[in-house]
């Protein structure tokens, strides 16, 4: 299917299942839903904003910041991008107004950490003061970590366009950027678009989403972050929904099996809609653009080591003053400064609030910490499998990159219905209170274990296809030979360890480090030792996190613990 063609899951669908909710006599979703959905920020567009991001910074002031986002791919392809961010004034935080303004602070300040970490033929421990600076301030006015997150790369980094009559051949690339100054005069400003708007605001439609920045200026990277937009807004109708029936059975209401029942229904459609979205990156991501190309910036500065960061980054506020020994000050690469270490998870996906929301509902539990461990990857045995058990549950974990208000909304959510333990809950009293009176499950019981059955087998489902997805776009580039163009794009200008490795060896080193950094994100490593490939089982490298927890079987513990929740009453 073209990326412009009618979506099967788009606007259409989304109205529809609404509508079909609505008609329903008990469906309409009652004030205080509506109130909680905005109090915890959930939109129309569920854990999207209910309107487009900001695409600029309305202050002038902000304007040197816009000017350098606008051209961060030809910066970082030119190799100059960190001392063009080294020249960058130290910018005030003050001057942000509205939530929008913040957000999109937090937008390009996450860009330019990122570019900074990994542009360059090493990676930078060190964050300069025109990044870290205001990116500490902004990320602790919103409450979230100050590093690249899902909202930063996905949720706020999006705009709508019009139907794309004139786009007709396929992907769109991300439009050139605004500046303060070429659109100061515009009213549109604030509400932060330049091009012609969509005449609804609908972020269901891929052919209609643009990214606002790219690290790569590729077609690939913006379809990457898009599916997971398109995909948040098709998934947006089913969260009144499912809040409806986690209140029904935490009111014991008279219809609570029927309403659930019919929610689960309403669950399995949404997450085939979502999964086919999902099933569309192969339409504009090409793999090894993404493994080689893309990946890289997405990595986070946790159990980073193997790549030259052991101690994380370093957030650099400045020269320390005369005197040695004052708190937060530290020697770093010979001089004393201001500043701290931190370490924190890169980018991911993993971070999306809606398929967590599922997961509440539902009542899967998820206990892998997956690749989360920065420290225990060289631990073996017993001592590895201790280490392990202390870890966060990698689903616990990313909720701290989420934004505050959709963390606490998830916190709210699990404790709906009877308490920790969703749907699952109340369907397993079910089904033992029938078994305690010594009788069969009635018709309307029966219905409902089906149904919350086959929502678990839906989301199992789709975590599925998210496994073929890693395994298209990590397992299998990881063991390709590295493209020569990618090597040379990866560098940067003037990389490399030095001139007087030659031909083979450096190309080696290169294609290593390329190879390091792709499977980083997240803290993986490639190991070489050994192993089988547990996709199709040929023999080859593992990729493990470095917690020790190998990547596919992380996600297929995911999957399978998806259906054993499933496993109710059997
Ligand atoms: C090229 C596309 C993708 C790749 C290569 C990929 C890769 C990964 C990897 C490596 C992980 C392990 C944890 C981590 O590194 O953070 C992960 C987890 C996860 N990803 Fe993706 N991902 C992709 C697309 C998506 C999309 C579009 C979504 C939807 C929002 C998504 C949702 C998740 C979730 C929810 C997890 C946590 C594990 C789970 O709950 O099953 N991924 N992904």
Known sequence: MSSCEPLPTSAASKQKASSESESDSDSSFPDHIQSLLNKYDVTTNGFLPEGPPLEVLPDEYYAPWEE???????????????????????????????????RRAYVVLCFFAHGYIWGGSRPSEILPPPISIPLLAVSSHLDLPPIATYASLNLWNFRCVPPPSSYLSGLLPPSPPLTPASSSSSPSLTSGSQQPTCAKFDPTDLSRLQTLHTFTGTPSESWFY???????????????????????????????????????????????????LLE??????????????????????????????????????????????????????????????????GGSNGQSSLIQFWDLVLGVEHVSA???????????????????????????????????????????????????????????????????????????????QKAFQDATRALAGFRNKHLQIVARYIVIPSRQAVPEGMVRKMMGRGGGRGSDMEGKERKEEQRERVVNLATASSGLQLRKEGGKEDVKERAGPELTGTGGTALLPFLKQTRDETLKAGEVGR
Not at 233 to 257: D, F, H, V
Not at 416 to 434: D, N, Q
Request: glycine share 12%; hydrophobic share 35%.
């Open 280 to 345: 569309r990156m192969y339409e504009g991501c090409e793999p090894m653009v993404f493994y080689h190309r893309i990946r890289p910036f997405l990595a986070g500065s946790k159990g980073m080591s193997a790549v030259g960061l052991p101690k994380g980054v370093f957030y650099d506020l400045g020269p320390a003053a005369e005197g040695l020994g004052e708190e937060g000050e530290e020697r770093v690469q010979g001089e004393r400064r201001k500043g701290k270490w931190m370490a924190y998870r």
């Open 68 to 102: 350098l986002i606008g051209r961060l791919p030809e910066s970082l392809d030119a190799g100059t991008f960190r001392e063009e961010a080294d020249r960058l004034p130290i910018l005030e935080t003050d001057r942000l107004k509205t939530e929008g303004e913040w």
């Open 226 to 276: 898009l599916v997971s937009v398109a995909m948040e807004a098709q998934g947006a109708y089913i969260i009144p929904t499912m809040l409806r029936a986690l209140q029904a059975i935490g009111q014991r209401s008279e219809n609570w099996k029927e309403t659930t029942t019919k929610a689960l229904r309403e669950l399995v459609k949404c997450v085939d809609a979502v999964g086919e």
């Open 370 to 448: 997956g690749n989360s461990s920065p420290h225990s990857g060289s631990g073996s045995g017993s001592g590895k499998k201790k280490e392990q058990q202390k870890l966060k549950p990698f689903h616990e974990e990313v909720r701290e990159y989420m934004p505050l208000k959709h963390r606490q909304f998830l916190s709210l959510v699990s404790k709906m219905g009877r308490g920790k333990g969703g749907i699952r809950k109340a369907v397993m009293e079910m089904v033992e209170a029938a078994e305690q009176e010594g009788r069969e499950l009635d018709g309307k019981e029966s219905e409902l």
